[in-house]
Nanobody, 117 residues
Framework: QVQLVESGGGLVQAGGSLRLSCANS????????MGWYRQAPGKQREMVAA???????NYADSVKGRFTISRDNAKTTVYLQMNSLKPEDTGNYYC???????????WGQGTQVTVSS
């Protein structure tokens, strides 16, 4: 049974930092990408950062230079280091894993990040 569990969210002042973690408790074969999405109240869920199986990273323009995604070599945990946080970074952050053969998308339950001004 695959379960993605996020942690590390919380309340932080603008300019502060948080580190999110997402641990996979099961076994997922043929991982294509691991990533983080976020959803602010009244807005659609958006991609924040992603890392491919080859290690290539991709970031939303709004977080480039401030956020860093990484993962462990076993691809069981993905991290999101968030620096220089802004109030507009506030939202529920979800971990995402996309596997191929068969194609399947896994989601975590989300962790809340609140940045105060």
């Amino acid at each position: 049974q695959v379960q993605l569990v996020e942690s590390g969210g919380g309340l932080v002042q603008a300019g502060g930092s948080l580190r999110l973690s997402c641990a996979n408790s099961g076994t997922i074969f043929d991982i294509n990408t691991m990533g983080w999405y976020r959803q602010a109240p009244g807005k659609q869920r958006e991609m924040v950062a992603a890392i491919t199986s080859a290690g290539t990273t991709n970031y939303a323009d709004s977080v480039k230079g401030r956020f860093t995604i990484s993962r462990d070599n076993a691809k069981t945990t993905v991290y999101l280091q968030m620096n220089s946080l802004k109030p507009e970074d506030t939202g529920n952050y979800y971990c995402n894993i996309v596997a191929v053969r068969p194609w399947r998308v896994y989601w975590g339950q989300g962790t809340q990040v609140t940045v105060s001004s």
